[in-house]
């Protein structure tokens, strides 16, 4: 993931890309989250992630079995529109430690959990510019932990910081650094509550109600140490910086395939969102509303996702209630509270090795159409693939050509204002390699 603050660009690494295969290839270590629940959602999609090693799936009557694992990570950043010290246009590179992530997962015919734990600094984002000592581990937080109950093949119960049921699960698109869904906090989400899942081969369905956000950890910011994009209280540096707890989500989607087979597949969803907020300052509670639809199909080695997302945030705050302050990876920054999002996503799974390497390519766009007339929309297109390296799997590069306008992860200035007034509404370009071995 990208971040720009303080007058530069900051890039993270979050997520791995999907790649298409069978729904046997899906159990995969990246996937632990959703792979250790018995009825984890879109388990007969056919679409799988790269995190490689696959994870055994209890027998029925087994006692039970510990899986442990992880991930470390480096990452090349060419950022095209970053600036100097003094405030000049540059040209800038590094090449930093990305992630360091350590799993737990547990699974028997009846229980089941898992837990992940992620370390970052140490790079040119944790680095003294911003404010930081510059060591690995500075900044850490964990990205999933929780407990589940295995009512029936297809019914489970989940409880603790699990994934919420919105939109396209677990990811709205294929690229690294995913789509401005995960800027905005709304794709790939992990909150702390309880999840009904409901799982068949045509249909599945999930319901949650998660009390409190995914909590904030270690990190030098006020509210923004945690791996999901959520509502915060934001940093001194955010303008108008609001303080805001996102409390009592009720969230659901449902999913059914009209069509399945070797060929092809085709399936459509609908997803609710709603919450309270709680504002610090106003002491008052206002309101988070979320709904959208979804579609997801594959003929062949080719794959499309499409998903919409009306946004309505009405936040109670004692000066501005046309923004709200969101972060995630120990930084904030301001959102536009009403508008429409959209993403779409085409990829293609080449069947012949290029070199030592297996390739995905893919092709994304998602903007942000904000309500109110003088604010710029958001937009952010991506051309990347995903590199598999065949003689050890384990191994995986990302690369991507990232292009965005008033994108708070592309090009510097964008980054505190660019999902709510927008930032210059320029086009600006990145490139992200990130390399990783998954154990």
């Known amino acids: 993931m990208t971040i720009k603050g303080f007058g530069a660009t900051l890039v993270l690494g979050t997520t791995g890309m999907m790649l298409y295969a069978s729904a046997v290839a899906a159990q995969t270590q990246r996937t632990q989250e959703l792979d250790a629940e018995p009825s984890r959602v879109n388990r007969e999609q056919p679409i799988a992630v790269p995190d490689p090693t696959p994870q055994p799936q209890a027998a029925p009557g087994s006692p039970g079995k510990f899986t442990f694992g992880g991930a470390i990570r480096a990452r090349y950043d060419w950022r095209f529109n970053d600036v100097g010290l003094g405030g000049q246009p540059k040209a800038s590179e590094h090449f930093d430690f990305d992630t360091l992530s350590l799993k737990a997962a547990y699974d028997s015919d009846t229980i089941f959990g898992a837990a992940q734990y992620r370390f970052y600094g140490g790079s040119s984002i944790y680095g003294p510019r ?55 906090g709304i794709e790939e989400v992990y909150n702390l509550g309880v999840k009904y899942s409901h799982v068949e081969p045509d249909l599945n369905y999930q319901v949650g109600f998660y009390p409190g956000a995914n909590p904030n950890a270690i990190g030098l910011s006020l509210d923004s140490a945690r791996y999901s994009t959520n509502i915060v209280k934001a940093d001194s540096y955010v303008p108008f910086a609001t303080r ?162 008033n994108d708070p992860y592309v090009g510097a200035g964008q980054f505190v204002n660019g999902l709510a007034q927008g930032g210059d509404n320029r086009w600006k370009t990145r490139f992200i390699m990130n390399i990783g071995y998954y154990f």
């Open 130 to 184: 911003n404010g930081y000592r510059g060591f690995p581990g500075e900044v850490s937080f964990p990205m999933w932990a929780y407990l589940g109950y295995k009512l029936t093949p297809e019914d489970s119960i989940t409880v603790g910081l699990n994934q919420t049921p919105f939109g396209l699960t677990p990811y709205f698109g294929t690229s690294f650094i995913e789509t401005l869904g995960f800027t905005m």
């Open 244 to 405: 805001n707890a996102e409390q009592n989500m009720f969230i659901g989607r449902a999913e059914y395939f009209v069509v399945k087979n070797d060929l092809a597949s085709l399936a459509f969803g609908a997803s609710i969102w709603h919450s309270d907020l709680y504002n610090s300052d106003t002491r008052q509670t206002g309101t988070k509303q979320l709904e959208g639809v979804h579609m997801l199909a594959t003929y062949g080695a080719w794959g499309f996702k499409g998903i919409y997302v009306r946004q309505d945030i009405d936040p109670r705050n004692p000066v501005r209630n046309d923004l709200i302050g969101i972060g995630g990876f120990d930084f904030s920054y301001n959102m536009a509270t009403r508008g429409n999002f959209v993403s779409a996503e085409v990829t293609y799974k080449i069947a012949d090795p290029i070199g030592p390497f297996t390739a995905v390519p893919y092709a994304g766009y998602s903007a942000f159409y904000k309500d109110k007339a003088s604010f710029q929309t958001s937009e952010r297109f991506i051309l990347g693939a995903a590199w598999t390296f065949t003689a050890d799997p384990n191994l995986v590069i990302y690369t991507e050509g990232v292009f965005g306008r």
